[in-house]
């Protein structure tokens, strides 16, 4: 069965930094892309940045030039570098993934629980 944990989330001051961890476990055969999505209270889950196995990142405006995305392949790792934080930032973030189940046999969509983050003013 295929797991995410997310780690590394909590409550920083505007204008810092927090670094979150996604690790990926389990009967993985392959990883097609890897994804930090983030709600905050009252709003939709939103795509924070994405890192296909193709190549390339994309974020969304709000945090671009803030948000590092970045992967590390031999451990099924995705983190997010967080950087400049503003309150508005505040929200749980959650890892996604789209992978390919070795002992299922087919691709699916997987979700870790999320890890809040909290950004004061």
């Known amino acids: 069965q295929v797991q995410l944990v997310e780690s590394g989330g909590g409550l920083v001051q505007a204008g810092g930094s927090l670094r979150l961890s996604c690790a990926a476990s389990?009967?993985?055969?392959?990883?097609?892309?890897m994804c930090w999505y983030r709600q905050a209270p009252g709003k939709q889950r939103e795509l924070v940045a994405r890192?296909?196995?193709?190549?390339?990142?994309n974020y969304a405006d709000s945090v671009q030039g803030r948000f590092t995305i970045s992967r590390d392949n031999a451990k099924n790792t995705v983190y997010l570098e967080m950087n400049s934080l503003k309150p508005e930032d505040t929200a749980v973030y959650y890892c996604?993934?789209?992978?390919?189940?070795?002992?299922?046999?087919?691709?699916?969509?997987?979700w870790g629980q999320g890890t809040q983050v909290t950004v004061s003013s």
């Open positions: 389990g009967s993985i055969f392959s990883i097609n892309v």
């Open positions: 890192m296909p196995s193709s190549g390339g990142t």
């Open positions: 996604y993934s789209n992978l390919r189940d070795r002992r299922l046999g087919r691709i699916g969509d997987y």
